[in-house]
């Protein structure tokens, strides 16, 4: 979850672009996935970087980004979990990557596996062995173009979405976490007509 914050130091060492790719299916998965974004760079670097909150998808097509607070490298094909410490990302160079963020209690739809599971932690998405997730990494692999490449996982995600009304609370939830951090937890099950210890369950179950 940490790589989202490399852009602070964009004019130093890097190309980076935010995605507007894949509007066909922008109306569908907004409520699912925040935003996108490709990151190349030729020249080494070290950043600080701070969690957001949000689990993250990563295709590295290059050489993977350092994690020395970890003691290792990430995975070619990194799922990155919610965090609570900072870290650094370092690189070598040769760095290409595209990274996908998703709300909190998105992520475990599309790849079958609640996020309690790889909480504080940096795992390979090869490690949940999901056929469908496994293939669609090798094509984004296989992919010369970012935007055919979030093209592809678009389609995927796309594909995944079941409309779910406790989705839909825990997400109203987010949204008010994300406005008004402070909100009392009965204050959040109130507004989405949960009681509390339903709430908390939904909670748990969803984003960890």
Same mark, same amino acid.
């Given at each position: ?22 509007? =066909? ?18 020249? &080494? ?5 701070? &969690?957001?909150?949000? &689990? ?7 050489? &993977? ?5 970890? =003691? ?5 094909? *990194?799922? #990155? ?10 690189? =070598? ?9 998703? %709300?909190?209690? *998105? ?11 790889? %909480? ?47 989705? #839909? ?40």
């Amino acid at each position: 979850m940490r790589a989202d914050d490399a852009h602070a130091n964009e004019s130093a060492y890097c190309r980076l672009q935010r995605a507007s790719w894949g509007r =066909d299916n922008f109306d569908t998965i907004m409520s699912y996935v925040r935003y996108y974004w490709a990151l190349e760079s030729d020249e &080494p670097f070290s950043v600080l970087t701070f &969690p957001i909150g949000c &689990p993250q998808i990563i295709f590295h097509k290059k050489t &993977p980004l350092y994690i020395p607070e970890l =003691d290792k490298s990430q995975s070619q094909f *990194t799922i #990155s979990g919610q965090v609570n410490f900072p870290a650094h990302i370092q690189s =070598d160079g040769g760095l290409e990557m595209i990274v996908a963020v998703f %709300y909190p209690h *998105t992520i475990g739809m599309f790849i079958d596996t609640p996020p309690s599971a790889f %909480y504080n932690l940096e795992i390979s998405g090869y490690d949940i062995e999901n056929r469908q997730v496994n293939d669609v990494a090798q094509r984004i692999f296989d992919c010369e173009n970012d935007k055919e490449c979030i093209d592809i996982l678009e389609n995927f995600l796309s594909s995944k979405i079941r409309s779910s009304l406790n989705i #839909s609370r825990i997400g109203m939830s987010v949204s008010t976490l994300l406005r008004v951090p402070s909100t009392s937890v009965n204050a959040l099950a109130a507004s989405a007509c949960l009681a509390s210890g339903n709430m908390k369950e939904c909670s748990a179950k969803r984003s960890g």
